[in-house]
């Protein structure tokens, strides 16, 4: 049996921050249904010590040297469901912050790191692959390369998933080489340095034995130094050892025949609770109310990544092409204001709910007609894929995972599962709005592009099967 572990900083349903956690929920518990003896390591951030503590085993402790310091390492186990969590303990790290941010949060997971290697031959499991995510555990491959060749982890495969390449963990290489003991040879720009500083993103780019992304589109794109944040250079080096595996989501959580939040179930065999939900939509948020009218919506956090911008500037065009607009979304005041703003001036027409909502996100995934994300870039994106299960049919801009997941419709043959546009631009965000408004109002290609939006097969068996295929690479 192949031996993998995961190792992650978060971890669905222990910590979340993100797209991350539920991709490594996923793994560990979808893998071992494959054959596979996966598990997964993270810290212990104290939110698992106060939910799940009094499940967690104590296996046992040690101390690992970080730089001049001994510190405690506990290792904890979880096992359900076939799956076998490991959590590394040390409430020094590990406390409510999962990120400290700066030089703190770079300790923190140095230490992590530096953990997990000490504690796999102690856990009597050498995995065959080491499969790192983002930042956080993108030096491990260095670490086993450089400093671990002739132990017993001299020969673990590894792989670096980067789930969004904003993030590398940079800092002053003297820091970083007191804390891991990493030779001075290694600050150039051959490894480790980037831009001046030492880059833990950059050391997993060199070392891991491959790399892949959350879609086959940001796979590309990080290549190109618009999107990649500094690293094209060792990206393209190493295009050939590069790919793309587009996240999933999870079918349980959301399945419109299943789905608590929404007041009326439905399934792509029977739509008829779906127009129920529209119903029940617009009164719960005070819209105007009529089956002729497409509901567009847009859940999202308010950032710039997300196209905000374009939204705002297209969106009195959307109301006059006669659509009522939802947004469900929070973060930065100037877009939280505009949203507000919209909101005010075209009553009963526009939506805007500042905030973070998971209900009612359900209920407006399962009662609009499109959801629009016009994002600058978008490493995966769940968004469109829960919107398309609730036959919510979107509007994206053709970048990263809304590239890869979103069949545009194609007027000659009715073929599609939404509507797109390219250019980073608001007049081409409404021509697709525009198109989409067509379509609703001809009621067979639409009924056809929802049911072909439904049958879109996002599951997460499916993209932990491709993680398979990739680990089989990896050890053939
Ligand atoms: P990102 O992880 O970059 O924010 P994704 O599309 O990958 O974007 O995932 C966003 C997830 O968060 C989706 O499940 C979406 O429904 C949810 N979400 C975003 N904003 C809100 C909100 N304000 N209220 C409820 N759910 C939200």
Redesign the pocket.
């Known amino acids: 049996m192949r031996k993998i572990l995961i190792a992650a900083a978060e971890c669905v349903p222990f910590a979340k921050t993100?797209?991350l956690a539920d991709v490594a929920g996923a793994l560990a518990k979808h893998l071992p249904a494959l054959g596979y003896d996966a598990r997964l390591i993270m810290p212990c951030h104290r939110v698992i010590k106060q939910r799940w503590g009094a499940q967690l085993e104590h296996l046992f402790s040690f101390s690992v040297q970080l730089g001049w310091r001994s510190q405690y390492v506990g290792i904890e186990r979880y096992c359900a469901d076939g799956a076998t969590y490991y959590f590394i303990d040390n409430e020094f790290y590990f406390g409510d912050m999962i990120y400290r941010g700066g030089r703190g949060e770079v300790e923190q997971y140095a230490f992590f790191c530096r953990a997990v290697l000490e504690a796999l031959p102690m856990l009597d499991f050498i995995p065959d692959v080491l499969h790192c995510n983002d930042w956080h555990t993108a030096i491990l491959p260095m670490l086993i390369k450089t400093q671990y060749g002739f132990t017993a982890l001299g020969g673990i495969k590894t792989l670096l998933t980067i789930h969004?390449i904003a993030y590398q963990g940079k800092y002053d290489f003297a820091f970083i080489r007191d804390l891991l003991g990493i030779e001075e040879r290694y600050n150039t720009p051959e490894f480790m340095e980037s831009f001046g500083s030492a880059n833990f993103l950059k050391a997993g780019c060199v070392f891991a034995d491959r790399i892949n992304t959350v879609s086959p589109s940001y796979a590309d794109e990080i290549c190109r130094p618009e999107y990649s944040e500094g690293l094209d250079g060792i990206l393209n080096a190493r295009r050939h050892q590069l790919s793309g595996i587009l996240?999933g989501?999870d079918d349980a959580v959301f399945n419109p025949e299943s789905d608590p939040a929404i007041p009326h179930p439905f399934s792509r065999e029977d739509l008829t609770g779906k127009g129920q939900c529209k119903k029940a939509l617009c009164g719960e948020l005070g819209l105007v109310y009529d089956p002729d009218r497409p509901i567009i919506a847009s859940?999202?956090?308010l950032t710039e990544?997300?196209g905000i911008d374009l939204i705002n500037a297209a969106l009195p065009g959307m109301v006059d092409l006669g659509a009522n607009v939802i947004i469900?979304?929070?973060g930065a005041r100037e877009y939280e204001d505009a949203m507000r703003y919209a909101e005010a001036h075209h009553r009963g027409r526009v939506c805007a709910?500042i905030?973070?909502?998971?209900e009612?996100?359900h209920r407006i995934?399962a009662g609009s007609d499109f959801l629009v994300?016009a994002s600058r870039f978008?490493?995966?994106?769940?968004?469109?894929m829960?919107a398309m299960r609730y036959g919510t049919l979107p509007i994206v801009r053709e970048t990263g995972?809304l590239r890869d997941s979103v069949i545009p419709y194609n007027r000659y043959t009715g073929e599609g599962t939404g509507f797109s546009f390219s250019r980073y631009d608001a007049s081409d965000l409404y021509f697709a709005v525009e198109r989409a408004v067509t379509v609703y109002r001809d009621k067979l290609a639409m009924a056809q592009l929802v049911d072909a939006a439904m049958a879109a097969d996002f599951s997460f068996p499916r993209c932990a099967q491709q993680y398979g295929q990739l680990y089989e690479t990896l050890l053939s």
Do not use: D, H, T
């Not at 905030?355 to 998971?358: I, L």
């Open positions: 993100g797209g969004n996240n989501i859940i999202s956090r990544q997300k469900l979304g929070s709910y905030g973070y909502n998971e009612l996100a995934y994300m978008e490493p995966c994106g769940l968004s469109q829960i995972g």
